[in-house]
């Protein structure tokens, strides 16, 4: 089995200081952020932007200025959001892919997201695919949906996306697919088999996929995008902590964690200058 990459998914677009007070949201606390989770075992980070306000920003200088902090500290795989937030048009969202990351995500299709709607049409899903493959960047195909399997295939077949693909399912976000473990298992026997996979379990749905994953030879991502408690009422006290829990998981159900190099390879990524 293929040594475990743990992503840490820093800070998202809705989370806020008021729901957990330890949400890095400068540059300097998000790259900070990214230090301690490299120390605890992550391989790759999960980047969102916030203005000065805190407010979600895919701004390109800003995103530039979280991704050299983060250089400076560490050879981490950083990882910035394409989403951004449901409100971001598909230009705002696309600038980080500008800086020519190592990865970016790649939402292949629309869903409920709570109360609003995350918009990707199909014209939209092939302009980002297009934007990252002329940029050198490789897409995370972030999956929500049994439906945007298909759609990642889709750019595949039309040339548009080389393989093999790599998924990140995003699981127990409200109006989207559940987080059961009947749904992972659904998800992962979907995809082309010579691809690498992530589970993002939303909320309680953490460390019961996170295990799963560990035990299926797929990947894990936590952090406070995702979920801000450590257990059931007990806010994290900060990434790393979440991070730490999946290390210290697989090393009990004997998996090694990747360290940034081991990801690019298993990855297929170019090697770190």
């Known amino acids: 089995m293929k040594k475990l990459i743990i992503t840490a998914a820093l800070t998202g677009a809705e989370v806020t200081k008021d729901q957990q ?12 952020a990214a230090y301690e989770c ?5 391989s790759i980070v999960h980047i969102h932007a916030r203005d000065n306000d805190g407010n979600p920003t895919q701004d390109y200088d800003v995103y530039k200025e979280i991704k050299e902090k983060i250089e400076e500290k560490c050879n981490i795989i950083v990882q910035p959001s394409t989403g951004g937030a ?7 969202r696309l600038q980080p892919v500008d800086l020519k990351p190592e990865m970016a995500t790649l939402s292949c299709g629309t869903c409920n997201f709570g109360a609003d709607v995350f918009m990707n049409s199909e014209e939209y899903i092939e302009m980002f695919a297009r934007k ?16 945007m399997i298909e759609n990642a ?26 987080g059961n473990p009947e749904d992972l298992m659904y998800m992962v026997n979907s995809i082309p088999d010579d691809s690498t996979w992530t589970v993002a379990g939303i909320g309680r749905h953490e460390t019961p996929l996170a295990t799963m994953a560990i035990i299926l030879g797929g990947h894990v991502r936590v952090g406070f995008e995702d979920n801000v408690y450590y257990d ?15 290390t210290r998981l697989a090393r009990e159900l004997g998996r090694d964690v990747a360290t940034p190099d081991d990801a690019r390879v298993i990855l297929g990524l170019r090697p770190h200058a």
Request: hydrophobic residues 40%.
């Open 21 to 32: 007070p330890a949400l890095p949201v400068s540059p300097e606390e998000i790259a900070e």
């Open 232 to 246: 059931k009422g007990v806010l994290a006290e900060s990434n790393a902590q979440l991070v730490k829990r999946i």
């Open 153 to 178: 295939k889709k750019l595949v077949k039309k040339g548009i996306l080389d393989g093999p693909l790599h998924f990140d399912f995003v699981l127990g976000v409200p109006g989207a697919c559940p």
């Open 86 to 92: 449901t409100w971001h048009s598909p230009e705002e």
């Open 38 to 42: 490299y120390i605890a075992g992550a």
């Open 132 to 147: 990252m493959a002329e940029n050198g960047v490789k897409p995370e195909i972030e999956v929500f949906e049994r439906g």
